[in-house]
């Protein structure tokens, strides 16, 4: 029988800590780099899956570093995925990292285990999209911006929105919690495809926003 490979990751942070503590804290996982800048990363060229980033990334050691969406895109460009490990909480912010090509977005106030099963799932091609920007999908697909959903698929992300949890949803919904999980999914390829093909001003209009809130933000 055939067994699928582990999937390795790369770790890129300036905070020398971080780049050191965090293999030790989730050592089921398997690192095989770290590095203090994507120039270093895309130098270096990890046999790695996964690429674990934090945005920002610029300091007064290396001012010019690549952070933010750049950073993402150029990452992405060179084959691999992205999950963003970041203590950024503003929603517009992680939702332009969706846009710019990264797969997942973790928190790092996140528990180590939600971490870990993030960078899994995000190994595997699954998106990671975090309750901020949830609730920013549901207010678009009130307003009709995102209008290719199924019902169940409507139902799923309004509970995800509020927090709930399979286990919760299956209760409600008399589903099983992986038929849940298959609705999530599919739910958020679409919501990662919308967010990368629609541009900012479309998202602002949506939104209310006014003209150019977004154009800082969103990857060029």
Known sequence: ???T???RFSHVDDATAMRASLSLLLPALTFVSSHGSVEDLLASSPEADVVILDLHLANTGQPDASQGTAAIRRIVEAGYRVCIYSQEERRFVLAACLAAGATGVVSKAASLAEAE?????????EPVIPPGI??????LVRRRS??????????VLAHRARGLTYAEMS????LS??????YWMELAQLV??????????????ALGLRPGDLLDLWPG
């Open 117 to 125: 099963a993030a960078f899994r799932a995000v190994a595997a091609d």
């Open 171 to 174: 209760r409600t919904m008399y």
């Open 192 to 205: 990662s495809e919308y967010l990368r093909e629609t541009s900012p001003g479309d998202i602002e209009h």
């Open 1 to 3: 029988m055939t067994t």
């Open 134 to 139: 949830t609730g920013l999908i549901e207010v």
């Open 177 to 182: 919690e992986s038929t849940l999980r298959g």
């Open 146 to 155: 995102i209008t290719v959903l199924s019902p169940r698929q409507r139902e």
């Open 5 to 7: 490979p582990e999937p």
